[in-house]
C-alpha cells in the first residue's frame, strides 16, 4: 500500500512510514542534534507532534486530509537521539471526519498519547492541486 498524503514531507523531521495499512500506519524516527531545544538535549515537542500528526495523516491516507483538532499528551521527555515508533489507527468515521489516537513509543515505553481529528476534504484545503 502507498502513502497518498503529505508527499513532499521531510522524512528527517517527521519520521518514515514502516508500515501501510487500511486505517493504520507505523512511522518511525530517531531524533537529531537539530531537534534539541536545550543544553540537555531534550527534543522540542512540536517534533513529537509533528510525527504523530503524520501518522495519523498516512493512516487516513488521502491526499486531501487535513487536521481539525487533537487532544495530546506528553508523558516522558524525548532525547536526541531517541528512536521513537508512532501508531495511528483510524478508530472512527463519520462521513468526512476520521477519530485517530496516536501513540509514540521508545521501545515499550509510551512517550506521547493523542487522539487526532482529521477532515478528508473534496479538495486540497488551499484551493488548488499542484500535484
Known amino acids: 500500500m502507498k502513502c497518498n498524503t503529505h508527499l ?10 514502516t508500515t501501510l495499512e487500511e486505517g493504520r500506519c507505523v512511522v ?10 536545550d543544553a540537555q538535549e531534550l527534543v ?5 507532534f509533528g510525527m504523530a500528526d503524520y501518522a495519523a495523516m498516512c493512516a487516513v491516507n488521502d491526499p486531501y486530509v487535513v487536521l481539525g483538532g487533537a487532544e495530546t499528551s506528553f508523558l516522558k521527555p524525548v532525547r536526541v ?3 521513537l515508533t508512532a501508531e495511528a489507527v483510524v478508530n472512527e468515521t463519520k462521513g468526512r471526519k476520521r477519530i485517530v489516537p496516536v501513540t509514540i513509543r521508545r521501545g ?4 506521547f498519547k493523542g487522539t487526532f481529528t482529521c477532515f478528508v476534504l473534496k479538495s486540497h484545503v488551499l ?5
Open 44 to 48: 522540542h515537542g512540536g517534533f513529537v
Open 108 to 111: 515499550q515505553e509510551e512517550v
Open 81 to 83: 537521539g531517541d528512536s
Open 28 to 37: 518511525t524516527l530517531t531524533t537529531t542534534p537539530e531537534m534539541g531545544a
Open 8 to 17: 513532499k514531507i521531510n522524512n528527517d523531521l517527521c519520521g518514515t512510514v
Open 127 to 131: 484551493g488548488e492541486n499542484k500535484g
